[in-house]
T-cell receptor, first 116, second 114 residues
Framework: AQKVTQAQTEISVVEKEDVTLDCVYE???????LFWYKQPPSGELVFLIR??????QNEISGRYSWNFQKSTSSFNFTITASQVVDSAVYFC?????????????FGTGTRLKVLA | EPEVTQTPSHQVTQMGQEVILRCVPI?????FYWYRQILGQKVEFLVS????????KSEIFDDQFSVERPDGSNFTLKIRSTKLEDSAMYFC????????????FGPGTRLLVL
């Protein structure tokens, strides 16, 4: 069955610290997609990244980087030199085409608080 | 850049009332979804819709819920008789045929049932 686990409920860091948000997923399929979304206090879901199961290259986008490791079924997200504006809830999600509908299964989210 | 829109942004209703949440997906998209997020919890899949019919629904999507694409642009979620526990943020999403795995989310409708 599909499952996404974000074990860290809440993380607090001081501005400029690096922080890593963990995501572990479960799937029986060889083809799947992983996502990260940011949810600021205003409530919308802001897309950050999509990764397919055949592409294990790590990705960097500015201060954001993602580490995808199929061997451990993890897709972790690191923010370098965190800023107060990074404060939000971050969700990891999984989608499997074999499910027929590509529905997203979300983790429970990690609330990140960046303190000035 | 095209985007998914949802109306209203906020709705307050009395328990037992019917509500209709509206979504306008991106114009060339064929796959439509509704998700729900109870305050402080995770985002949960409700239903997917393709070719004018439900393709999958979760156990949350009981007989009180229905979806419809009444015209070529709108996609609606109706809750027939709202309960207190229906209070949540409801997100609509859409995707196109060539990139089904990439769903574009609307900004959400925050529903409060009193």
């Amino acid at each position: 069955a599909q499952k996404v686990t974000q074990a860290q409920t809440e993380i607090s860091v001081v501005e400029k610290e690096d922080v890593t948000l963990d995501c572990v997923y479960e799937t029986r399929d060889t083809t799947y997609y992983l996502f990260w979304y940011k949810q600021p206090p205003s409530g919308e879901l802001v897309f950050l990244i999509r990764r397919n199961s055949f592409d294990e290259q790590n990705e960097i986008s500015g201060r954001y980087s993602w580490n995808f490791q199929k061997s451990t079924s993890s897709f972790n997200f690191t923010i370098t030199a965190s800023q107060v504006v990074d404060s939000a809830v971050y969700f990891c999600a999984l989608s499997e085409p074999a499910s027929g509908t590509y529905k997203y299964i979300f983790g429970t989210g990690t609330r990140l608080k960046v303190l000035a | 850049e095209p985007e998914v829109t949802q109306t209203p942004s906020h709705q307050v209703t009395q328990m037992g009332q019917e509500v209709i949440l509206r979504c306008v997906p991106i114009s060339n998209h064929l796959y439509f979804y509704w998700y729900r997020q109870i305050l402080g919890q995770k985002v949960e899949f409700l239903v997917s819709f393709y070719n004018n019919e439900i393709s999958e629904k979760s156990e949350i999507f009981d007989d009180q819920f229905s979806v419809e694409r009444p015209d070529g642009s709108n996609f609606t979620l109706k809750i027939r008789s709202t309960k207190l526990e229906d209070s949540a943020m409801y997100f609509c999403a859409s995707s196109d045929y060539s990139l089904q795995e990439t769903q574009y989310f609307g900004p959400g409708t925050r529903l409060l049932v009193l």
